[in-house]
């Protein structure tokens, strides 16, 4: 070989030929077996061939394509958030002496997960009240039923309010178990982040209110069923008048112990009480904020 074909680069053929799609990758070749070791080391079909990158916006675009199945890694928080984890809940409430069918059922559909923090939802279906802000929780998953169980008394519910929205979840619940459905938050804040959290879930018997549970929902009354989410050391006059006859109040009543209390109203001026189990709720309050 001449000198001057010792210093000449490979002509471009020689590599074309052999179907080598990146040979200059490497930068310039010296001599015939490098050029051949190039061309061998990267033939078809290491990528297709629309793949081979010849610009900065090319080479992004590919990046982006080759990202594109990243995002499946929220899936890893799923197996705690799944269907299975929530009928494993809802078992472990049957087990715990909740019986009634369209209950369970309501709990079984409901994705408590969906109302919580991001951060707190690989909790959500552990029988535990979690955090919702402004010094609130979300009831643990077997008390919602209960309540709901003990207020429904296997009879159908026309009309139920509830005494605390919260971040909506037994609102929702409730709404499927019963054929209208109200609920008044006290605190602002929570009020919208009731509606923010159900308003995907478009239920369409549900009416979220902003004020003073306290004073309960005249324009509204009478209800079937009343259930509150807050311990005060008396269930509120207002709320008793506001039940139709023949109508179950539940409620948490008590200061530091507390206990679930079921109100029965028998007549126009009279009501009958039961004391049920030991609870703990946030405490009731009056007003708004």
Known sequence: M????RTFPLPLSSVVDKGAKKATVFGPV????TATQNAARHAPPQYPTPRPVATPSKSHSYAMERSQPVPAAAPRSNPLVSDAVRRAMVQRIARQG????????????VPRHLFMDEGLAPQAYVDASLPIGHHQTISQPYIVARMIEVMRNGGQLKRVLEIGTGCGYQAAVLACVAQEVYSIERIKPLHELAK????????PNLRLHYGDGMLGLPQAAPFDGIILA???LEVPQALLEQLAIGGRLVAPVGGRAQHLELITRIGKT???????EDCHFVPLR????
């Open 98 to 109: 909740v019986k009634d069918q369209v209950v369970l059922g309501a709990m079984d559909s």
């Open 286 to 289: 009056p007003g708004v904020v």
């Open 270 to 276: 009279e009501w009958a009480s039961q004391t049920l």
């Open 30 to 33: 010296a001599t015939p077996q």
């Open 230 to 232: 807050a311990a005060g």
């Open 2 to 5: 001449t000198e001057k074909n």
């Open 196 to 203: 923010a959290n159900l308003r995907p879930l478009r239920v």
